[in-house]
């Protein structure tokens, strides 16, 4: 296979959805891939089906030991790791009248924690590396509100920011940000509210396959050293938001 991408790339929540697209379209750009999510079993399906160059871990991003020993393992297999895109990402929406504090932590714990949990373990590497690229996946709810979106919006809001600064930061490290507009994955499935999950169904009538967000993510890392792809915004071409 022609190596198009030859670069160690790591990707969280490649279970399904956006991530596991992603890792299909890096498999077939001849990059070297390091999967991780929770459910291993979906993982291991996936890596005997892409071949030797993708090898996988669990992973809870909301766990920064968990997510060190993610990226030691990744250089243990591969060598080096020279990109790192945090997917992994979770989505009960719900007004925030009905008070679901448990799951409001648990997106902040998941799809912010987890972002900066992936920032901490690559960043010492990439520091002393003089190289290394951070793509994060936040959403169209990174540039805009919406009712029983606050905190998840909220959440993604953070890590449009948390990018930035990271791209102030650090001259030698590039950092992207891809928001997707609707997509059908399994993101949502997480939602108890049943209306809000009603209205979601109707939201899915106009939207994207994750491989159109894979596409974005793989053109972000083809781009020369030089070059930082910084915000990419995806929606289906007749997208209401
Ligand atoms: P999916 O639900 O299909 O995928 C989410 C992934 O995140 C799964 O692989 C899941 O794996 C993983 N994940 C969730 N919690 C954790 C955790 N604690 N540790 C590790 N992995 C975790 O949804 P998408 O593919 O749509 O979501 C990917 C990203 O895209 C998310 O950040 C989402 O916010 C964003 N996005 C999606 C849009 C859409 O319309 N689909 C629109 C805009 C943004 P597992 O359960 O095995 O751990």
Known sequence: MTRIIDKVVLVTGASSGIGEATARELATAGARLFIGARRGDRLKALADELGETVAWRELDVTDGADFDAFVEAAEARFGRVDVLVNNAGVMPLSPLAALKRDEWKWMIDVNIHGVL???????????????????????????????????????????????????????????????????????????????????????????????????????????????????VIVRPTAADM
């Open 117 to 231: 949990n992936g920032i901490a373990a690559v960043l010492p590497c990439f520091v002393a590396q003089q190289t290394g690229h951070v793509i994060n996946v936040a959403s169209v709810a990174a540039h805009l509100v919406l009712p029983t979106a606050a905190v998840y919006c909220g959440t993604k809001h953070a890590v449009r920011a948390i990018t930035e600064g990271l791209r102030q930061e650090h001259d030698e490290i590039r950092s992207t940000l891809i928001s997707p507009g609707v997509t059908a994955t399994e993101l949502g499935s997480d939602i108890t509210d049943p209306a809000v999950a009603a209205a979601l169904k109707d939201w899915r009538r106009k939207s994207l396959t994750p491989d159109a967000i894979a596409r974005t993510i793989r053109y972000a890392i083809e781009q020369p050293d030089g070059v930082d792809i910084n915000e």
